[in-house]
């Protein structure tokens, strides 16, 4: 009874955690439309990413990373409404945003999510 319990919430901190994620991307995707700085944003989006991480645990930080990549890639990134991207710029920025989410979700996340219930 309590192992399942640990696991639902557990889920749900991932979904989330994730949720957060990705409205934070398509926030800072409308933000960032049309500005000259929009190539930084995914290594920007990254301190979020560690934040999501360490509330919510190493399943938020790495579905989160993911849909922020998708997110930006989609939105942020021409062509618009179509995954790829064209700039080599942005599309290394996605690069190093997914390994580096990734990574740091692994390494600096709590075991279990730090943002506890109880």
């Known amino acids: 009874m309590a ?9 749900m901190d991932a979904i989330l955690g994730s949720a957060v994620c ?14 000259t700085w929009k190539n930084t944003v995914p290594l920007v989006f990254i301190a979020i990413l560690l934040t999501i ?4 645990g190493v399943r938020a930080g790495i579905i989160g990373t993911v849909l ?8 942020l990134f021409g062509p618009g409404g ?5 700039s080599d710029a942005a599309r290394a920025n996605i690069g ?5 989410g990734i990574a740091f979700s692994f390494l600096f996340a709590p075991s279990s999510a730090g943002f506890r219930r109880h």
Do not use: D, N
Request: cysteine-free; charged content about 10%; glycine content about 6%.
């Open 96 to 100: 190093w945003m997914l390994l580096i």
């Open 68 to 75: 922020a990549a998708l997110v930006f890639a989609t939105f």
């Open 22 to 35: 990705g409205l934070a991307a398509l926030g800072l995707s409308a933000v960032a439309s049309g500005h």
């Open 53 to 56: 991480a360490a509330m919510f």
């Open 82 to 86: 179509k995954v790829s991207v064209a």
């Open 3 to 11: 192992a399942e319990k640990l696991h639902q919430v557990e889920v």
